[in-house]
Each structure stands twice: as C-alpha cells, then as structure tokens.
C-alpha cells in the first residue's frame, strides 16, 4: 500500500510552485490517545505532514488557510512574515520529503507558529502549539514540552475569553484543564473541569465524560 502523494501547490506569498507530500489517511493508524487528546501512532506520524511549507521561502500553514492567510493579513504583517521567514530560511535546514523526521516536523511547526501569531489566529495557533508539545514528548524533552503547553494554554483561554461562538467550546474547556493538570496547577485544573461539568449543554460531550473522570481522579488523589 502507498503511503504519500504528493499534491502540486502554487504559494501566495512567493509565487512559487512546489509538491505538498501528503499521507494517505488509509494508512495512518491510533494506537491510543494520552488524556490531552495526543494520538499516539503505529508507524507514520501524520503531524510530520499536516502543514503545508513552501520550499522556497518557507511560508507554512494549514492546507485549508494556506492561500486565504496572506489576504486577511495587512502591508505591515505581511512585510513582517517576509522578514521573520527571511530569517528562518537562513536558519533552519528542513527535509520536506517523505523521509522528514521529528526534527523536521518541529522545525515546520515552528513556522508555522510564526505565521499563525503574525495573522494573530489565535485558535490555530494553540492548536499548533499542543501539536508541538506533542512532538517534545515523543522527544522526551519534557521543559521544551511544557513551554509549549504554557503557550498552547494562554491562546486557548484567550480564545474561551475573547471570540464568541466558540467552535468545540467543551474540548477547548477540557484542554484547558488537562494542561494545566500537566503544568501541576491543580486548583486551575480543578476549576475548568468543574466548569465543563456544570455547563449542561455540555452533558452528551465526549469531553464532559472525560473531564468527569479527570475530576474524580483528582478528587480520589486529594483524599
């Protein structure tokens, strides 16, 4: 069975033209989840080929805000992901084949990071953020791990606060908690699983059923 193909893309920033190497979602297997949502595979990782970068100038983003990202950006934020990316061309050297490894992966969300905090996307951002500590985990770079989560946390609650019809509110509410269960903040912990619990239209969320869980473990810990 194949395990790539490759889609030809064209990029908004620099004009470039380029192959985007993909996985075939056939042969991407789940193993099991850690308690913050992280999917734990059974061969290829499919994270290492989530985000598209352009191999000349190294703009990265997801798939789907690939070419929409540089038209809701204005002449200054987008000078400026020029320069940054100017930087992290001359810095970073990145495989973009098949063959990238975990090194590759962090490094391509680490760009990513640069255009999504640019485009102030805040939701996407903490999204990329929890993938990277994802990826420091299965590195066993536990402090590179928890500045990740810091920062993957301080855009979902600025995301909970500041937007209004929050998409998947209840998984926000719960990664809230998990991370900072993780960060061992327990008392914060405790407050947003309490939170989802207590908010009804949540009561058929998957997530209210784990925060439930996490909740009574802390609770058994706690006696």
């Given at each position: 069975?194949?395990e790539?193909?490759?889609?030809?893309?064209?990029?908004?920033?620099c004009s470039a033209?380029f192959?985007?190497?993909?996985?075939?979602?056939?042969v991407?297997?789940?193993?099991?989840?850690d308690?913050?949502l992280?999917?734990?595979?059974?061969?290829i990782n499919?994270?290492?080929?989530s985000?598209?970068?352009c191999?000349s100038?190294?703009?990265?983003?997801?798939?789907?805000?690939?070419?929409?990202i540089?038209?809701?950006i204005?002449?200054?934020q987008?000078?400026?992901?020029?320069?940054?990316?100017?930087?992290?061309?001359?810095?970073?050297n990145i495989?973009?084949s098949e063959n990238r490894?975990?090194?590759?992966?962090?490094?391509?969300h680490?760009?990513?990071?640069l255009t999504?905090a640019?485009?102030?996307m805040k939701s996407?951002?903490?999204?990329?953020?929890?993938r990277?500590a994802?990826l420091?985990?299965?590195?066993s770079?536990k402090?590179?791990?928890a500045v990740?989560?810091?920062?993957a946390l301080?855009?979902l609650?600025?995301?909970f606060?500041?937007?209004?019809?929050?998409?998947?509110?209840?998984?926000?509410?719960?990664?809230i908690g998990?991370?900072?269960?993780?960060?061992?903040?327990i008392?914060?912990a405790?407050?947003w699983f309490?939170?989802l619990l207590e908010?009804r239209?949540?009561?058929d969320?998957?997530y209210?059923?784990m925060a439930r869980d996490r909740?009574?473990l802390?609770?058994?810990?706690?006696?």
């Open positions: 069975m194949k790539f193909w490759t889609k030809h893309m064209k990029c908004p920033l033209q192959e985007q190497v993909k996985v075939f979602n056939e991407v297997r789940i193993e099991s989840y308690t913050d992280k999917p734990n595979f059974a061969g499919p994270f290492f080929y985000l598209t970068t191999n100038c190294y703009y990265t983003a997801f798939e789907d805000d690939f070419d929409s540089i038209s809701r204005n002449s200054n987008l000078s400026k992901l020029k320069k940054v990316l100017g930087i992290a061309r001359k810095r970073f495989n973009l490894d975990i090194d590759d992966a962090i490094k391509i680490s760009l990513a990071i999504y640019i485009a102030d996407k951002l903490a999204e990329i953020y929890l990277l994802w420091y985990r299965d590195k770079e402090e590179k791990e990740a989560l810091t920062k301080v855009n609650e600025e995301v606060e500041k937007e209004k019809n929050i998409e998947a509110e209840d998984r926000i509410i719960y990664l998990e991370i900072y269960l993780r960060l061992g903040k008392d914060k405790r407050q309490s939170k908010n239209k949540f009561q969320s998957k209210f059923k909740l009574s802390l609770r058994g810990a706690k006696k």
